[in-house]
Nanobody
């Protein structure tokens, strides 16, 4: 199973960006999926996750700015990011696993390579 994240780039504060994660070699229908990020010089942290029944999980610090979604037919995961702030600058990674709780705590079975999101002030 391979995860390919894309869609990162440079955006001004207050702007929006949607990043994608394409999965190949397996189906996401029965998988818990998640987005993580690693800001410069900091540890990786969970951003949002989607369970097999599409039940979402969001990190408290987001305050409703991001939305996670999945397209099981396209085998893809998305993260819509609105009202971006400079502190959202990070490499964003997608991850997949069987159990949502495990994935949220970083114990995913599969990881993508990351896509860089840079938010300028």
């Amino acid at each position: 199973v391979q995860l390919q994240a894309s869609g990162g780039g440079l955006v001004q504060a207050g702007g929006s960006l949607r990043i994608s994660c394409q999965v190949s070699g397996g189906t996401i229908v029965n998988s818990a999926m998640a987005w993580f990020r690693q800001p410069p010089g900091k540890e990786r942290e969970v951003v949002a996750a989607s369970g097999r029944n599409n039940s979402p999980y969001y990190a408290d610090y987001l305050n409703g700015r991001f939305t996670i979604s999945r397209d099981n037919l396209k085998n893809a995961l998305y993260l819509q990011m609105n009202n971006l702030k400079p502190e959202d600058t990070a490499v964003y990674y997608c991850a997949a696993g069987r159990q949502l709780d495990a994935v949220v705590f970083g114990a995913a079975d599969y990881w993508g390579q990351g896509t860089l999101v840079t938010v300028s002030s």
